[in-house]
């Protein structure tokens, strides 16, 4: 069978039956146009029949050859499985040749996360800003995405009466996977919000922010508007997504990863996971408890100094004993340290 009409079919597939959202379907029918591109380059017939798993190896080769990226490769892979389990189910395909095909190893890398002396800064430089229009209206989305954790799409489809000023409340629409969610606003985003909704053009357009001329804010209008600020503030590194990390490292390792599942819209627990790597409170003690041993001062800001663990002190026989002996009795008792 002709894959260009599977690709059609399963599109539909994706759109009516399974109810993607329609950026997730062009993302995946851009991904399958790449494989039916790569096929002809290549001289190979865009039939079921053709088709075989080292086509797909190969694909993966020259992908990674070409110095795309394994989280972009994997992406690519990952909606090719997709569509060949759905000829296999629907289409009777015997086996899917996508399936066979191992996916790039992804380094486990930390997110990039802003300080807040950059958050800060990104807020001053939006107040800078000579055209009082936008100065409210960008400090207020940058404020949202701080503080609510808002994906871009998620940010450029608020509507005017998704937001509660009573009720202080933000009502998400259209998450990821058609998840709503209701968001509580704190007070001072509540009061910026306002003052955004005093001085923004009238027009007909149901959308919470506009552009001067009263369209709707686009991806490209956004990533300007972050562009402008990050110049204005020195920074070069800034994208909008490291807003929603800031967020969720906040929330993770102040109030847990169920408060952040909610507030960011996940539908599990594992992407969570990488944001409690980015404190090291709770790895402290632990720290500092081997620091001791080591005889190391480990003491807080205006505690007292204890002369055993002062680094400018030899602790000679009594005093290293005294040290030993404060240890905890289990330390004592191990037999051995063990090394990993």
């Not at 000023?165 to 709503?180: L, S, W, Y």
């Not at 204005?232 to 969720?248: I, K, N, V």
């Amino acid at each position: 069978m002709q894959l260009q009409v599977l690709v059609e079919d399963f599109l539909r597939h994706i759109e009516l039956e399974r109810g993607l959202s329609p950026r997730t379907v062009v993302q995946y029918g851009d991904e399958l146009e790449k494989w039916l591109a790569y096929l002809s380059q290549n001289g190979i017939p865009a039939d079921t029949d053709d088709v075989s798993v080292d086509h797909l190896r190969r694909w993966v080769q020259d992908m990674s050859s070409a110095g795309l990226a394994p989280r972009t490769v994997k992406k690519r892979l990952s909606c090719l499985r997709s569509f060949y389990a759905f000829a296999c189910h629907y289409h009777g395909l015997p086996a899917s040749p996508a399936a066979a095909v191992m996916s790039p190893r992804i380094p486990h890398t930390l997110p990039d996360v802003l300080t807040r002396s950059e958050v800060a800064r990104l807020l001053e430089a939006c107040e800078a800003n000579h055209f009082r229009l936008y100065r409210i209206r960008d400090k207020c989305m940058l404020l949202i995405c701080c503080t609510l954790g808002l994906r871009r799409q998620e940010l450029l489809d608020l509507r005017l009466d998704d937001w509660d000023a009573e009720q202080r409340t933000v009502r998400i629409r259209k998450g990821k996977g058609d998840r709503e969610r209701l968001l509580p606003c704190p007070d001072e985003l509540n009061a910026v919000v306002s003052q955004w909704l005093e001085v923004r053009p009238r027009t007909d357009q149901p959308y919470l922010f506009v552009s001067r001329q009263g369209y709707r804010i686009g991806p490209d209008s956004l990533q300007h508007m972050l562009a402008r600020a990050s110049k204005a503030a020195g920074l070069d590194r800034p994208h909008l997504h490291m807003f929603r990390h800031f967020a969720a490292t906040a929330i993770v390792n102040g109030h847990g990863t169920e408060q952040a599942r909610r507030i960011l819209g996940h539908a599990g627990y594992d992407t969570l996971a990488v944001y409690t790597h980015l404190s090291v409170e709770d790895l402290r003690p632990a720290v500092n408890h081997t620091a001791a041993m080591a005889g190391i001062s480990v003491r807080a800001a205006g505690d007292a100094a204890d002369p055993r663990l002062d680094p400018g002190t030899e602790l000679a026989g009594k005093q290293l004993q005294d040290l030993v002996a404060s240890m905890p009795d289990d330390w004592r008792q191990s037999p051995s340290p063990v090394y990993s």
